[in-house]
Each structure stands twice: as C-alpha cells, then as structure tokens.
C-alpha cells in the first residue's frame, strides 16, 4: 500500500488506523515520518502489539540525522539501505 501524507500529523493517523495485514512499514521521510508513524502505532488501542511491527526508513530529509545515527556515516548509508530494502523483498 502506498498513501502520500496531505498535513503534518498525517502518518500519525495512517499508522493508529492501519490494519495488521502488513509485515513492515517502510517509511520514506525524514526524521519526523519515523516519530510520527511510531507514535501512531503507540496511541492504538493495542500499541503494545502494534509496536511490534518492524519499521524502517528509507531517509528523504535534509539531514538524516536517524538513519545516519542508526547506520553510520552517509558515505556508507546508501550501500547499507539499499541491503536492507532487498532483505524485506
């Protein structure tokens, strides 16, 4: 499933509404869409299993400082997502 957000707080909505067909969500954002769709998943009536569902980024911000800080440098961030993305697949 693909949704484009329309305002600020949407991928806090899409994620307290998602349903639980999916095994991932891959978030294309910068750091915010990460905290957003995170604290989605929290304030769903059944967060704690909501939080179990694996989420990734792949980093379309200016800096980048979550994945940079999760990954390593941005020298090797691409070599690194790309590897990642061909894991879930």
Known sequence: MRTDTEYR????SIAKDLD???DAIVVLSGDGGV???I???AQ???GRKALTIPVTQIPTGSANALCVNLVGPKV????RNC???LTLT
């Not at 707080?9 to 806090?12: E, F, I, N, W």
């Not at 090797?76 to 070599?79: D, E, I, M, N, V």
């Open 39 to 41: 604290n989605g998943l």
């Open 9 to 12: 707080g949407h991928m806090t």
């Open 35 to 37: 905290h957003e769709v």
């Open 76 to 79: 090797l961030l691409w070599r």
């Open 83 to 85: 590897s990642a993305i």
């Open 44 to 46: 769903r009536p059944d």
């Open 20 to 22: 639980f067909k999916y």
